[in-house]
């Protein structure tokens, strides 16, 4: 199982990031989807996930300008972050399960991540 996250860069703030995680090795449209995030110095953060069936939950923090969405015929999960902050700056990773969940740990899939750095 593979899942390769892309996208990330530097981004002035309040500009936005658009990220993407293609997914093999496993029946995408099966799988929940998750984005974590992890600051320098910071534990894993849980930013959102989507179920198979679409259904979004996000975490507390990102909700209000964060949308994610799932491509079943690319097995591709996207992860869009509107009005970015410097405290946004982090990697982020995708992740795969079988049932939605926002710990790390209900997440069986990871991917290798990808450097988000929001510059004032």
């Known amino acids: 199982v593979q899942l390769q996250a892309s996208g990330g860069g530097l981004v002035q703030a309040g500009g936005f990031l658009r990220l993407s995680c293609t997914v093999s090795?496993?029946?995408?449209?099966?799988?929940?989807m998750g984005w974590f995030r992890q600051a320098p110095g910071k534990e894993r953060e849980f930013v959102g996930a989507?179920?198979?069936?679409?259904?979004?939950y996000y975490g507390d923090s990102v909700k209000d300008r964060t949308t994610i969405s799932r491509d079943d015929a690319k097995n591709t999960v996207f992860l869009q972050m509107n009005s970015l902050k410097p405290e946004d700056t982090a990697v982020y990773y995708c992740?795969?399960?079988?049932?939605?969940?926002?710990?790390?740990?209900?997440?069986?899939?990871w991917g290798q991540g990808t450097q988000v750095t929001v510059s004032s």
């Open positions: 992740a795969a399960d079988f049932t939605l969940g926002d710990r790390d740990y209900m997440f069986d899939y």
């Open positions: 090795g496993l029946t995408f449209s099966d799988y929940c």
């Open positions: 989507i179920h198979w069936s679409g259904r979004t």
